[in-house]
């Protein structure tokens, strides 16, 4: 039988026995068809992969993370198991195309941004290495919640992501984990004179896992993502069901369940709260469980081979509590000295640092730690002393000062541990994530650790999967390439460097930029049936895709937006390419001035789209609800990628990345990855503007002054008291007046006025260079070919080299 008969009775088969459906064309029943038909495939591979991985000596990645911003899962399997053709043939046959069947499935946005989207890419690239690895996460009963705008402003609703059925998970409650929190903490003494510390939990909760499968390309492996999802111990009150209280019979399991409930949707910022925290132990303590559980059916009770088996990597902060759980488990549990269970944390954890944000390093208030985890406290107070006493007293001896700033408890005001510290202390490698963020991590962030403890701090530059982010979102693209590039470039991205000698061939060029066209043509289109904008797919297209946070700088390019608006208003034959500036962008719920931007965005947007007297030369989109499906389609139609963080800010960027790798031209500042996609391209080939990591901080030295730009430069100034009056909403004066005051009376704390003039000029010189089509194509095609390093497979051999020291499991 062809693949393509063998897929069509699969879907067939499903249809009829597993949905019970008849033969009605309902695109959702066949989409969930299509998935399971081809989830049998995958289930077939993971299970051989289980059976290779599952021996004595095979070293697995831990990767625990609380964020996985999967996307949809249909059509990158597809690619990955290089079926799709057949699949689109056998979908066909049944009377659907297959590329609207995989719009019906739901995103899986469990997370908020790049570091949950970076995780997302490295399970891939693990996969399609074949190292053994094992995702975990949290099963988020709701995902990021969903954006629209409403009069301009964000409305958030929340995201039902498995509504309608999940057909790539497998609940399994054989590996269900009791975790429990809580209580206090008895004191026993022992024979010989010492004291013994039981911990008497007051709660317990179930982890109950999913698994999700995680396909590799070209390749021999399936790993798992297992997802926690939070339930009752005890399902049900029997005895307050009896006694006739049917609401609270169940309380419990509606308390227990809120722990998975919902996803924070804070991008930089902890909320420090009490829910948070438990979600972060629960998710914690049951893969760390797991790893154990798995380790001792692969090995038996022998724990020398735990180290050499096991490497266990945190994503940022977030799972710091893992640590703190392993060591409890092996002292509590397996009657480990404190020493030993030490040296064995020390050799398993690794740290990845994804910020040097002030607000968004974790800090857990002692008291809440205390009501929640009285024994893991406990066990931080013992590794503190002895690294306060026996490393940083050892090093800066009698430097009360030192211990205080390194101690991973803070003093003086509210008492609060400092995760990032208890990191950097267990862990053998301490990464950033891109060469100038991992520079900033030793010499600002920190120094002394990196004086204690030389060679620990390091760094890997992030990555992102081509099979996602090329081959499957610009299927035009990747025909073409697959033309000029014989490797699989898919798995081997430094191949497209072959195109950098064509990038002057005429045939290419108009290849090319005819693909970018047709690419723009569907976006235009998705944009009017999202908005009922109507954009002209041959102005340039510029896009803003990110979170909406201060230090990205939306408001940078909004007031440059406003500027040329008045510069045409001025005169309206100016001479420029017609432009479509479009954003995608959610905002913290409780993130007011991100809030007031959109609705700033949205509202000049809505005037300059009517505005005749422009001619259609300026056109400003938001689109709602931005998210990895939308990414797809947005990235392989943008002629222009704004990167226009304060340096310094952005650790790496990934979308800066991925719209490159598309084609499209970055205009940003010396900052996070923007500095090596530079040094890959050259410099004629990226359109680089403001101050630098140094100039900003001299600048903040000398004591910024925002109004001294407002005064003395007449556009500024003209923009910002525009944004007072009502010309933008009529009757309204002041609606838009959030921004300004930010800038003048906040201080600009992310140097938007400092930036203006640089990233006004380099935005001429990207028109101009627009307007030479040669020029730009060229351009264009280097920004695909030079972006080899920034695979994540790259990535990962990187972690596997300098952390991990695994090896690929294949037959
Ligand atoms: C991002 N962090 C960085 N955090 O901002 C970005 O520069 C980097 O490229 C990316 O990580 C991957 O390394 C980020 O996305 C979050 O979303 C956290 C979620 C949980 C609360 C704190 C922020």
Redesign the pocket.
């Known amino acids: 039988m062809t693949k393509r008969s063998s897929i069509k009775k699969a879907i067939e088969h499903h249809l009829k026995f597993t949905l019970a459906h008849s033969k009605d064309k309902n695109p959702e029943a066949f989409w969930k068809a299509t998935s399971l038909a081809i989830n049998d495939i995958v289930v077939d591979k993971l299970t051989a992969t289980r059976e290779r991985q599952d021996k004595p000596g095979v070293k697995t990645v831990n990767y625990l993370s609380?964020?996985y911003l999967m996307g949809r899962l249909l059509s990158n399997n597809l690619h990955n198991l290089s079926i799709y053709q057949e699949a689109e043939k056998a979908v066909k046959d049944l009377g659907f195309e297959l590329t609207d069947l995989c719009e019906q499935g739901a995103d899986l946005a469990l997370?908020?941004?790049?570091?949950?989207?970076?995780a997302a890419c490295f399970l891939d690239s693990l996969a399609t290495l074949d190292y053994p690895a094992t995702g975990y996460g949290i099963h988020y009963q709701h995902g990021l919640f969903k954006q629209s705008f409403a009069d301009g402003r964000q409305v958030e609703t929340p995201d039902l992501w498995r509504e309608f059925g999940s057909p790539w998970e497998v609940c399994r409650p054989e590996s269900a984990q009791l975790i429990p929190l809580y209580g206090h903490i008895e004191h026993a003494a022992n024979a010989d004179g010492s004291t013994s510390s039981k911990w008497q939990p007051s709660v317990t909760l179930k982890g109950v896992p999913w698994d999700i499968p995680i396909v590799g390309y070209n390749s021999e492996t399936v790993n798992v993502l297992r997802l926690w999802e939070s339930r009752a111990d005890q399902a049900f009150d029997w005895d307050l069901f009896n006694k006739g209280d049917f609401l609270n019979a169940h309380g419990k399991n509606i308390q227990a369940e809120t722990v998975s409930k919902v996803l924070?949707p804070?991008?930089?910022?902890?909320a420090g709260k009490e829910l948070r925290f438990i979600q972060q132990y629960f998710f914690c303590a049951c893969s760390i469980k797991d790893i154990i559980a798995r380790h001792q059916t692969i090995n038996g009770v022998d724990w020398q081979a735990f180290a050499k088996d096991t490497a266990i990597q945190l994503n940022?902060t977030?799972p710091t509590i893992a640590i703190l759980e392993f060591m409890r488990v092996l002292m509590d549990e397996y009657q480990f000295s404190y020493t030993d269970a030490w040296t064995l944390c020390r050799e398993v954890f690794a740290y990845?640092n994804?910020?040097l944000l002030p607000e968004?390093l974790e800090k857990w208030s002692l008291p809440l730690f205390e009501r929640v985890l009285p024994r893991h406290l406990e066990i931080l107070y013992i590794i503190n002393e002895d690294f306060l006493n026996n490393e940083v007293a050892v090093k800066w001896p009698n430097d009360n000062a030192m211990r205080a700033k390194l101690s991973l408890i803070e003093e003086g005001g509210e008492r609060k541990v400092r995760m990032a510290h208890l990191c950097v202390v267990a862990a053998h490698k301490v990464n950033g994530?891109?060469e100038i963020?991992s520079k900033l991590v030793k010499q600002d962030l920190f120094p002394e650790f990196d004086a204690l403890y030389p060679g620990k701090l390091t760094n890997v530059t992030?990555g992102i999967t081509p099979r996602r982010w090329l081959k499957a979102c610009n299927p035009k693209l990747s025909a073409l390439l697959s033309k000029h590039i014989k490797e699989d470039w898919a798995k081997d991205l430094d191949s497209l460097a072959g195109l950098e000698k064509l990038a002057d061939d005429a045939k290419l060029q108009k290849a090319f930029m005819d693909i970018k066209l047709e690419n723009k043509v569907a976006l235009a289109q998705e944009i009017q049936e999202s908005t009922g904008v109507r954009v002209n797919p041959e102005a340039i297209f510029d896009i803003q895709i990110k979170?909406l946070h201060e230090y990205k700088r939306q408001h940078l390019n909004f007031i440059h937006i406003v500027a040329l608006y008045r510069r045409l208003l001025e005169n309206p034959s100016l001479e420029m390419h017609p432009r479509v500036f479009i954003f995608g962008a959610k905002a913290a719920p409780g993130y007011h001035l991100a809030k007031e931007i959109i609705y700033a965005i949205n509202k000049v947007a809505d005037k300059i789209n009517n505005d005749t007297r422009i001619q259609d030369k300026l056109k400003v989109v938001f689109l709602p609800n931005y998210r990895v499906s939308l990414a797809e389609k947005m990235i392989p139609a943008a002629d222009v990628s704004e990167q226009i963080s304060t340096a310094g800010k952005?650790?790496?960027?990934?979308g800066n990345m991925k719209l490159a790798l598309n084609g499209a031209l970055t205009i940003g500042t010396l900052d996070?990855?923007n500095i090596e996609i530079a040094e890959e391209v050259g410099d004629d080939n990226i359109f680089i503007f403001g101050n630098t990591v140094e100039q900003v901080k001299a600048l903040k030295a000398q004591g910024y002054n925002p109004y001294t730009y407002y005064e003395q430069h007449a556009e500024i100034k003209a923009v910002l008291d525009w944004l007072d009056t009502d010309y933008f909403t009529p009757g309204k004066p002041y609606e838009l007046s959030a921004i300004k005051h930010s800038l003048l009376d906040g201080g600009d704390p992310y140097l938007v006025l400092a930036d203006y003039q640089s990233y006004s000029d380099a935005h001429q010189a990207l028109d101009e260079a627009y307007r030479d089509k040669k020029r730009w194509a060229r351009m264009a095609i280097l920004n695909t070919a030079l972006m080899g390093k920034f695979n994540s497979d790259r990535s990962i051999n990187d972690y596997v080299n300098r952390i991990w020291q695994i090896k690929p499991c294949v037959k």
Not at 111 to 118: P, Q, S
Not at 266 to 270: G, R, S
Not at 650 to 654: F, L, N, P, Q, V
């Open positions: 609380l964020e997370g908020n941004g790049g570091l949950g989207r970076l924070y804070n991008d930089e910022h902890d940022d977030h990845t994804h910020t968004a994530v891109a963020h992030n979170r952005e650790a790496s960027g990934t996070g990855a």
